[in-house]
């Protein structure tokens, strides 16, 4: 008997998809959701064989699909936060974790307190110190979880949006509830990856800014007892000068974030445009998931939760995200160079051992921990400034020669801060401008003006001169007339 016609080509409608057609041909899921949505056309008009995915045996996709949703509770948002918090606090248990003792808590408290003494000597801006704390790492999670959310949200929401968005309309319609299903078994690894950079983190920071960003509630100084005496421990330095160097850091930070209002929104802003800009691998999200899938046993659900942990994405930088990173590495150093600038200012005379804390912790937020570069590996961002040193040396150039004034009032808005053409030449910037106490009142408004324009200054300075003749991505003004050939770095 011969076989009957087929449906596709004959098709007077040209409606090929409804007749077996597999409408992800020729795009990244054309095998997966071939596959997965094939249902009775399953091997028909070029759509493979479900079970080919499994091993040659057909599962049972009600009860799969039970398992994932016993694993992935109902949530609003691109991650469940109550799981990566769960996860996240069950590896920090993993290790002992003690909670402060209440002589912990007071030693934290006395040392913040001498740190913003000894500051309050080294520059203008007055303490940003409201509260102080002692936390377990237990206790860092929970207290930084909000602005983790801020700051991995955008690279979630960009994987989970992939999947749609990789395929045409027609394709994106027939998968129906399969692309959501899809989207929060996305949203599971990237919150699974997220938990454990987090709980990997947790054991190695040793304040609430350790990583240069304000994490914590704002005014709150606070320190990890258990991490700090970690380092302690390969230090040939007293406990007690250990911890208020920490101290004196951790009060630093506080002082520029709150001396400096527009700081916290510029940092973290350009940690989220550097997750907005990111440009998912769809290709490689569907071999993945076919890898995966044809591990799953669906008999046991233990199997179901092993898909869901490890990376999942090659995360490639896009132009916007090198941009983005760019200020982001560049502004954190400055931040860091200004904290490392004024601490060893203030205990220049009065602790012998802070030039081997100094360098320790450079060498330390230089290389990078283990954990930071666990947390860069998952979401594409190292939380580190490569350039702390260039940066010190800059703050520290400019104090010398204009006073803790001019260091300072740099930071009054961030068109004037410097670049990382500057941090290649970090004793000649703004080498040619005048002192302000140089210039009458009128005439340092006019110049600070004229910076905040980018416009030349009318008192005929050269301060106002672009370099090269081309628009700079700072103010003009911040950078004297022509190249810095002279020698002076």
Known sequence: MANPPDDG?????????????????????EQLFGALGGGAGAGQGGMPDL??????????????????????????????????????????????????????????????????????????????????????????????????????????????????????????????????????????????????????????????????????????????????????????????????????????????????????????????????GLEINTEQIQSTMEERLRGIDPTNPASMQEMLEGGMFDLEQSPAQKAALERLEVTLALVEGWVDEIVGQATATRMPAAAKLQEAVRRRRAAGGPAEQTFASLVGLELRPRRLRDASTLWGSLRTRQGVEARDGVWMHPDLLPTAADLDDPLGFREDAAKPDELSEEEFDAELQALLDGTPADDGSTDGTPTDGKPSDRTDGDEPDGPRGDGSA
Do not use: C
Request: proline residues 7%; without cysteine; glycine residues 10%.
């Open 9 to 29: 080509p004959d098709d007077p409608t040209g409606d090929d998809s409804s007749r077996g057609e597999n409408p992800f041909k020729g795009t990244p899921f």
């Open 51 to 276: 079970s080919a995915l499994f091993g040659g045996q057909m599962p049972d996709l009600g009860q799969m699909m039970a398992q994932v949703q016993a694993l992935m509770q109902p949530y609003d948002g691109p991650v469940n936060w109550d799981v990566v918090l769960d996860t996240a606090r069950k590896q920090v248990a993993s290790q002992p974790d003690p909670a402060p003792t209440q002589g912990q808590k007071d030693a934290v408290a006395d040392a913040i307190r001498l740190a913003d003494l000894w500051l309050d000597e080294t520059t203008e801006l007055p303490s940003g110190v409201r509260s102080t704390a002692a936390w377990s790492r237990a206790e860092w999670l929970v207290e930084t979880l909000d602005v983790w959310k801020h700051l991995v949200e955008p690279i979630a929401a960009s994987a989970n949006g992939a999947l749609g968005k990789a395929l045409p309309a027609e394709a994106a319609q027939m998968a129906g509830p399969l692309i959501g299903m899809l989207g929060k078994v996305t949203g599971a690894m990237v919150g699974g990856q997220v938990a454990s950079g987090l709980g990997a983190l947790a054991t190695e920071v040793l304040t609430a800014s350790d990583i240069g960003l304000p994490l914590g509630p704002v005014g709150k100084a606070a320190l990890l007892p258990t991490n700090v005496a970690s380092l302690a421990e390969g230090l040939d330095v007293s406990d007690d000068d250990v911890l208020l160097y920490l101290a004196l850091r951790e009060a630093a930070h506080q002082r520029l974030f709150a001396g400096v209002p527009w700081l916290r929104e510029h940092l973290l802003g350009a940690v989220r445009d550097y997750g907005q």
